[in-house]
């Protein structure tokens, strides 16, 4: 079975934040999920879902919440998949509370980071995680990032002549 993404978020008012993680997935064809449930409003929901997520052919979630990040840490709870916490910049805080919430998960119940508003990261790692067991997906990354490497040579030869002509 293909395993799939699950990204979740704690609002609606996230999607904006998450879409380049759903850019990044889609990039590399990789089968993903968008879903809201709220750690505080909808508990049992939130549970749920990470309760069925494998059994629904989920190999990784992404959480991506603001504030106390506390939807990491509930979807954790819930299952053994590999979850990413996606921290949302919101508030007064700039998202640094969000942060420091998901890196400071209690022992026994690991959750994994990207930085602030890190969503083309979190979906990277979350292709990472599933090109363990999926070769094609592990080649089209390799392919992604052959396809950056060739844009930074190019940037570098784009100064290099600059520099090169700056009479």
Same mark, same amino acid.
């Given at each position: 079975?293909?395993?799939?993404?699950?990204?979740?978020?704690?609002?609606?008012?996230?999607?904006?934040?998450?879409?380049?993680?759903?850019?990044?997935?889609?990039?590399?064809?990789?089968?993903?999920?968008?879903?809201?449930? +709220?750690?505080?409003?909808?508990?049992?929901?939130?549970?749920?879902?990470?309760?069925?997520?494998?059994? $629904?052919?989920?190999?990784?979630?992404?959480?991506?919440?603001?504030?106390?990040?506390?939807?990491?840490?509930?979807?954790?709870? *819930?299952?053994?998949?590999?979850?990413?916490?996606?921290?949302?910049?919101?508030?007064?805080?700039?998202?640094? $509370?969000?942060?420091?919430?998901?890196?400071?998960?209690?022992?026994?119940?690991?959750?994994?980071?990207?930085?602030?508003?890190?969503?083309? *990261?979190?979906?990277?790692?979350?292709?990472?995680?599933?090109?363990?067991?999926?070769?094609?997906?592990? $080649?089209?990354?390799?392919?992604?990032?052959?396809?950056?490497?060739?844009?930074?040579?190019? +940037?570098?030869?784009?100064?290099? *002549?600059?520099?090169? *002509?700056?009479?």
């Amino acid at each position: 079975m293909k395993r799939s993404v699950l990204i979740i978020m704690g609002s609606e008012n996230d999607l904006p934040r998450v879409q380049p993680a759903v850019a990044a997935l889609d990039s590399l064809d990789v089968p993903l999920r968008v879903s809201v449930a +709220s750690a505080h409003r909808s508990p049992k929901r939130a549970a749920s879902i990470a309760q069925s997520a494998r059994e $629904d052919g989920v190999g990784v979630i992404i959480a991506a919440a603001g504030g106390a990040h506390h939807l990491g840490g509930a979807m954790a709870a *819930n299952t053994t998949l590999p979850i990413i916490a996606l921290p949302i910049a919101v508030g007064t805080m700039g998202g640094i $509370d969000s942060l420091l919430s998901a890196v400071q998960m209690p022992g026994g119940v690991p959750i994994a980071s990207v930085g602030v508003d890190g969503a083309k *990261n979190a979906g990277l790692l979350a292709a990472s995680i599933l090109s363990i067991e999926d070769s094609a997906l592990a $080649d089209r990354m390799t392919a992604m990032r052959e396809t950056q490497l060739k844009g930074v040579e190019k +940037s570098d030869a784009r100064v290099q *002549n600059k520099i090169a *002509n700056r009479d």
